[in-house]
């Protein structure tokens, strides 16, 4: 019976249950592009594997929300909006000029828009986060952080692993991942899985549910070892998801009797067929070669073909006044080349280049109804961007004593973005502009720096100072003049001092951050005199984050044991002159969705029944202090501090049959995540789904 550990986990949130025991089972990440200890990386990093993953039931990438304090991965209905934050600053790309904080990558390969984010975690093999700009490393868009994903490879074992699931609300899961060793030196893994659960929100006009949804997902991957020095990947992957899903409910002083006629959270009466749908599919290659004196020579190539649309009730009412319809397509290209030194005495580096190819189109509209004041108008933004970036980057590692270790970083990076944008009105509420063409280019250099130093075996402080960016484009969406239609890149330096160490009974990490943003691009929902709302996308000035994270965890037992994380966080506008109009400024308000204290407690009990029989358990608890939704910062954009509970309980037979039984919301809490205005100006928000629970069990033949 594997012996379950005490985590190893480095300056933020960490959630690798593996215990300090005898002897200390070391954990690698690939967090500065090469296989390393996590004990010895000086990155802000959380690391989730797929114990954990299994443990807290997640199986998309918004479930592990829960688990990060500091990170909030989207507050609506829906996963095609695929909000990210990271210390209190997060977006998502709202329309075709703009794009997230945030990256994801997929086993190397960027996934791109935001609507693509939100991953199926149903092979995982680890996922990890990384806090603050990762510019240096990662490239354009991490000025927040960056996620990486990595899925399991083929090995040259055969196994077949089989998996069932059942719940409340009509949950139905099933997966099926094989692994096989084609013939020597060539391995193939393989799977499918289908999950369907009907929704929790009644639209009672229409007499059905929604935030149901049926979702597939397969892959298929090839491993071929020719030579002892080079290894060929190929992968494929696809998902396929559709549901009547609504992205929000009528709050109190929504209009036409929105709210007034059905006050439940859980009811609504939409006369609009809302619904969501997303494909995406995505094939990467990679090919690694080692030198005979030991350096590795890496390229990764990927293509992806996504897409979303959906509906949404704009006027939230059983009236006939707007609906909008919102969709993208995207294809993208990406190739990098990567050389990666070995571990010298004292010194080690990685070098590489990047490009990718981005064509983004979009047919997105609203259309009114007979109770509309002009009625059976219309509104649409069709457009399209192309983006071309390009980057060169080196970071390394230099050690001049055994306890000292010095950090340095380079990328440089260019970006090229073509624009072609229609807006067609009817309505009266917007302007009208017919094939406006632009072009854009960036280029910028964002550097690195930091120093380690090992006070004890066990114990290490490191200092970074880094910088990151983000590139400008354009707010293609429903506007009302072109004044202020093109925004400018933004940029970010940070700095961060963090301790790791490790202990006989348990761990303790902590990081102090500090990071200053210079542009900062900024969303919010402005109330037009014409009625309704503009969706603004400017560069609002200087912002501040702030805080100190720790992390830490204690074993009692060998079989009892507590982690806790924790994070502070002021997210704040420096300077935002007229962000409310002329004269009314918003400087000194917090950032909307960046709450000021979050923390994070898990208890787990694991005993070995017998040598056949093992029990598992887990109670977990998250909070979240209150924030706002919008940078004026209003008590009418308040979001309260809630939190959640979960748990669960399992037996492990012979190490192949696990049955666990779960919980999430235990307390069936109903608070508000969201808080928004529709097209219409109509409130809105969307709460925290009701108590869900099931049973799974897992085969491996």
């Keep these: ?92 790309s709202r329309n075709i000029g703009s794009d997230a904080r945030v990256a994801v990558y997929l086993d190397g390969v960027p996934t791109g828009r935001s609507f693509s984010f939100d991953q199926d975690l149903g092979d995982i093999k680890s996922i990890e986060i990384l806090r603050g700009p990762q510019g240096t490393l990662f490239g354009a868009n991490t000025i927040s952080g960056a996620i990486s994903i990595t899925t399991q490879e083929p ?13 409340n609300y009509n949950l139905r899961k099933t997966k099926l991942v094989t692994n096989l060793p084609v013939m020597e030196k060539l391995y193939a893994r393989f799977g499918y899985s289908v999950v369907d659960q009907d929704g929790f929100i009644n639209n009672k006009l229409q007499g059905k549910d929604l935030q149901g949804f049926n979702r597939k997902t397969g892959f298929f991957k090839l491993r071929y070892l020719p030579t002892d020095n080079l290894e060929l990947a190929l992968n494929l992957h696809g998902l396929d998801e559709s549901g009547d899903k609504t992205n929000a409910v009528a709050l109190p002083g929504a209009a036409f009797g929105a709210y007034d006629l059905v ?95 981005q064509k983004v189109t979009t047919e997105r509209a609203a259309l009114t109804g007979p109770f509309f004041p002009n009625p059976n108008t ?12 390009s980057s060169f980057y080196a970071h390394g590692n230099y050690t001049p004593t055994d306890k000292l270790t010095l950090t340095a970083g380079i990328r440089y990076i260019r970006e090229d973005k073509d624009l072609l944008y229609n807006i067609e009105d009817t309505t009266g509420l917007f302007i009208n502009f017919d094939g406006l063409t632009d072009s854009i280019s960036f280029s910028e250099v964002t550097p690195k720096a930091g120093i380690s130093y090992d006070i004890t075996d066990s114990s290490m402080a490191y200092f970074s100072v880094s910088k990151g960016f983000k590139g400008g484009g354009w707010n293609a969406d429903l506007i009302t003049s072109l004044e202020g239609f093109e925004f400018k890149p933004e940029t970010a330096i940070s700095y961060e ?76 506008f420096d300077k935002f002159r007229d962000g409310g109009g002329t004269g009314i400024h918003f400087d000194g308000n917090d950032l909307p969705y960046s ?19 093992e029990f598992n358990s887990n109670i977990n608890y998250s909070y979240s202090g209150e924030f706002y939704s919008n940078p004026n910062n209003f008590e009418s954009n308040k979001i309260d501090s809630h939190y959640n509970v979960g748990g669960s309980v399992g037996l492990d037979f012979y190490e192949r049959v696990k049955l666990q039984i779960w919980v999430k919301n235990l307390t069936d809490e109903t608070y508000l995540r969201q808080r928004t205005r529709s097209f219409l100006g109509q409130p809105r928000g969307y709460y925290e789904p009701p108590r869900s629970y099931g049973v799974s069990i897992a085969l491996d033949i």
Excluded at 527 to 554: C, M, R, W, Y
Excluded at 596 to 610: A, G, K, Q, R, V
Aim: net charge negative; aromatic share 12%; proline share 3%.
């Design 1 to 92: 019976m594997k012996l379950c550990t005490a985590s190893i986990i480095l300056a933020l949130p960490l959630f690798s249950s593996i215990t300090i025991a005898a002897n200390i089972e070391e954990v690698f990440v690939t967090a500065q592009m090469r296989d390393e200890s996590i004990q010895s990386v000086p990155i802000a990093l959380s690391l989730i594997d797929s114990s954990e993953l299994e443990k807290f039931h997640a199986t998309s990438l918004t479930d592990i929300e829960s688990l990060v304090p500091n990170v909030n991965f989207g507050r609506g209905g829906r996963s095609t909006r695929g909000e990210i934050a990271i210390r209190g600053v997060g977006d998502f």
């Design 155 to 167: 090995t040259d074992e055969y196994s077949t692993s089989l998996f069932t699931e059942a719940g």
């Design 263 to 357: 006050p439940d959270e859980r009811e609504v009466r939409h006369d609009a067929a809302e619904f969501e749908e997303r494909e995406m599919y995505g094939a990467s290659a990679t090919v690694q070669y080692t030198t005979p004196n030991n350096y590795k020579i890496l390229y990764i190539g990927g293509h992806r073909d996504d897409k979303f649309s959906e509906a949404s009730e704009e006027d939230y009412s059983s009236l006939f006044i707007a609906v909008s319809y919102n969709n993208e397509k995207v294809t993208q290209t990406s190739h990098e080349i990567r050389l990666i030194s070995p571990e010298f005495d004292h010194f080690d580096y990685v070098a590489g280049l990047f490009y990718s190819d």
């Design 378 to 389: 219309s509104v649409s933004t069709p457009g399209q961007v192309n983006v071309k970036s």
């Design 497 to 572: 001092a963090g301790l790791k160490n490790d202990f006989k009974f348990g761990s303790l990490r902590a990081a102090a951050f500090i990071t200053k943003f210079k542009d900062f691009q900024v969303f919010q929902f402005v109330v037009i005199p014409e009625g309704g709302t503009l969706f603004s996308l400017t560069n609002a000035g200087e912002v501040t984050t702030k805080g100190l994270e720790i992390d830490g965890q204690v074993n009692f037992t060998e079989e009892l044991s507590l982690s806790i994380s924790a994070s502070y966080t002021r997210a704040e």
């Design 595 to 613: 709450p000021h204290l979050s923390y994070f407690l898990s208890l787990d009990y694991h005993h070995e029944i017998n040598n056949s029989v």
